[in-house]
């Protein structure tokens, strides 16, 4: 390859992971915590008890109620079950005439838009790996990000395809740490390079399918791809034909509509009739309420399988099966579906490929993040203390949305259980808890510069993280004794990775200090002004 072609690439490589690092920085590392969603869950909700059947069994009176006062409901109108997990209320959702979803959990006294729900802390750490926590637009931004992020994966492959073999084991310690930080982003980028491929295709379709679908609908299928698409991925036929071949009746007849615990169960038993290992009921939702040829789709998860999610669809008063769509009984677009999600978040194994996941999310934020000390080294004046804007601003940038994200995380941790005693819910403070401190961080590296600014936020954080675990054993310590007894792991295993995070953090924090102090003061990492006569020769890429 000529070395013109791979200066291009190099420079193509080096923009995109300048452009889409930051946001893939704050996915990569929420991400690896939302491998631990449900322990997460069960760990921010220590006092939450669940009644799934008795709950469930308001969900249908609830439903009734609320489709005689939003007509618009009647069309379509779906419902959570509480599935085990504390913080997964049972509420309606459905859109009204206007366009606006609207939601209504079991103890709301009226409905309200569906953008002002509520946060638990697993789930708005979700959030922040798939939008950034930013409503609406957020989602369709990860989406474009996944995209330049795949070029950047595309174009580093090219770089190094020549020396692949030789580079994969090229970790060389030592003085130069220019070329140890090349070496670790080579061999993680080499090493992980399969999974984020898959990370950045999946991503990008999960982003960014319905702009493509709104898009081919309009140009090239017209008006008819939406429509096409929800057969392709639902269970539910074509509901409007069998409205058409229902018993004619008065147009004031309404039919009974079974509850959705009990189509919950009719559902999980064809499940398991048509093959899956189990199918855990976790969403459903009625098609034309109460009319004649009303149906159901119940939608479940099952394990040892590639795609997770399942869909059984009934006939709404009957239970009569409709159509099965779960793993062994699916489809060729069923199952493209359903892999999409399992390959992206990892739950087609069992607990060691969510380790696995875990790690490649930690080493993914570690990526993006070398990539921006590479740039910064690269750049850097070697024989002058004051360095360029544009290192400068780079190295501020870096520390304060990089290590800022860390200690928002773990803070939003910690606020999560001293809400109550505050008389404060937290689901009311996780959200502004972790942007009010992530905002603090970049301003407080603004005001320290980056070299003093990251010692000191990688303390916070390792101090942080260390508390997260400390404190749960400190203020529910009966709940952590109740599960052990049960033997269930999951709240110790919360504990214990934050424990373990926080000295990860500390060691990271005694590193960053060293280097400040002892290492080259031609840097923008070294805490004490250079006494090296000013030069203007530039740092060559070596």
């Not at 749960?472 to 007894?485: F, I, K, S, W």
């Amino acid at each position: 390859m000529k070395s013109s072609t791979i200066r291009t690439f190099t420079t193509v490589h080096t923009w995109t992971g300048l452009l889409a690092g930051f946001a893939l920085f704050i996915a990569f590392y929420a991400g690896a915590l939302t491998m631990f969603h449900d322990p997460i869950d069960t760990w921010a909700l220590p006092k939450q008890e669940l009644a799934d059947a008795q709950v469930m069994d308001k969900a249908g009176a609830m439903m009734a109620d609320i489709v005689t006062k939003h007509p618009a409901a009647r069309e379509s109108i779906g419902v959570t079950y509480a599935a085990g997990h504390p913080s997964h209320e049972v509420a309606a959702y459905w859109m009204e005439k206007d366009g606006t979803w609207m939601t209504q959990a079991i103890d709301d006294r009226a409905a309200h838009d569906a953008e002002d729900h509520e946060h638990g802390l697993a789930d708005f750490v979700y959030e922040l790996h798939y939008d950034l926590g930013i409503p609406e637009i957020g989602i369709y931004l990860m989406g474009i990000v996944s995209v330049i992020y795949g070029l950047a994966l595309l174009t580093g492959v090219l770089i190094h395809l020549p020396n692949l073999l030789r580079e994969l084991f090229a970790l060389r310690p030592g003085h130069n740490l220019k070329r140890l930080w090349q070496d670790a982003h080579n061999v993680i980028g080499i090493l992980s390079l399969p999974f984020h491929i898959i990370f950045a295709v999946t991503g990008a379709l999960l982003c960014l399918t319905l702009v493509a679908l709104m898009a081919f609908n309009t140009v090239i299928f017209d008006g008819k791809l939406m429509s096409a698409f929800e057969r392709m991925t639902s269970a539910l036929p074509d509901t409007a034909a069998m409205t058409a071949a229902a018993p004619k009746t008065d147009a004031s007849t309404t039919v009974a509509m079974l509850p959705p615990a009990e189509l919950g169960a009719i559902a999980r038993k064809a499940a398991l009739a048509a093959g899956a290992a189990n199918f855990d009921p976790d969403y459903m939702r009625y098609v034309h309420y109460g009319q004649p040829g009303a149906a159901a789709e119940v939608r479940g998860t099952s394990e040892k399988t590639l795609g997770e999610y399942g869909m059984v669809a009934l006939d709404a008063s009957t239970g009569r099966i409709i159509n099965v769509q779960v793993t062994g009984a699916r489809d060729a677009n069923h199952a493209t579906y359903s892999a999409i999600f399992g390959l992206h978040f990892g739950t087609f194994g069992n607990l060691s490929l969510r380790w696995l996941y875990f790690i490649l999310g930690l080493a993914g934020a570690f990526l993006f993040y070398s990539g921006n000390l590479l740039y910064i080294e690269t750049r850097r004046k070697r024989r002058q203390a004051d360095q360029p804007l544009k290192v400068r601003a780079m190295a501020t940038a870096t520390v304060g949305v990089c290590l800022g994200t860390c200690l928002a995380i773990s803070v939003t941790f910690v606020a999560n259980h001293l809400a109550p005693y505050f008389g404060a819910e937290p689901t009311l403070v996780v959200q502004p808890v972790c942007f009010i401190t992530f905002f603090a961080a970049i301003a407080w590296t603004f005001w320290r510069r980056p070299a003093r600014a990251a010692v000191d936020l990688l303390w916070a954080t390792a101090a942080v993280s260390v508390l997260v675990g400390l404190l749960d054993m400190a203020l529910h310590g009966d709940r952590l004794a109740r599960t052990l007894a049960a033997g269930r792991y999951d709240v110790l295993g919360v504990d214990l990775v934050a424990i373990a995070m926080g000295a990860g953090f500390a060691w990271l924090a005694v590193a960053t200090r060293r280097r400040a102090v002892a290492g080259d003061p031609c840097s923008v990492w070294a805490a004490r002004p250079s006494r090296v006569t000013a030069s203007t020769t530039p740092a060559h890429d070596g």
